[in-house]
Structures are given as structure tokens and as C-alpha cells.
């Protein structure tokens, strides 16, 4: 990554975190939001390509993505 850009739009996501729920974000809460979306991203993947491959798909589809989607938001339910 060069110097000087950003990992992710910091502004952006305090702004969707303060749109939905109506609250001020914290100073570092908006990072561990972030984080915690990405993990759940990469989660949904790896679900996806083993539900494709157990179908015997060649890649994943969106069937296999909607299909690992009910246990990954489960497993992130707090």
C-alpha cells in the first residue's frame, strides 16, 4: 500500500454507522466495525466455496453465496 492512502473510507463508514442508528461513533469504534465486516465477508466466502464444491460447482454462485448466508450471519450474531 503507498503512503498516504487510506485502508478503508474511515468518513464513509461513520457516516453509514450514524445514518442507521442515529448515534455518534466513538473514536476507534468505527475500525473495529470495519474489521468486524470484513471478517464476516471472508467468512461468507469460505462458506460459499465449500457449499459449491459440495454441489459440484465450479466456482461459487450466488445459490451457494444465499445458501451460506443464513449460518454466517448466525455465527456473527452477537
Do not use: W
Request: charged share 25%; hydrophobic share 40%; aromatic share 6%.
Amino acid at each position: 500500500m503507498a503512503p498516504g492512502q487510506k485502508m478503508y473510507p474511515r468518513a464513509t463508514v461513520k457516516k453509514i454507522v450514524k445514518a442507521h442508528s442515529k448515534c455518534s461513533v466513538s473514536k476507534n469504534a468505527d475500525v473495529m466495525i470495519f474489521l468486524d465486516y470484513v471478517l464476516f465477508m471472508q467468512t461468507l466466502v469460505k462458506e460459499a466455496v465449500i457449499d459449491a464444491k459440495q454441489a459440484g460447482e465450479r466456482g461459487i454462485s450466488g445459490r451457494s453465496v444465499k445458501k451460506a448466508t443464513a449460518d454466517t450471519l448466525a455465527k456473527f450474531k452477537g
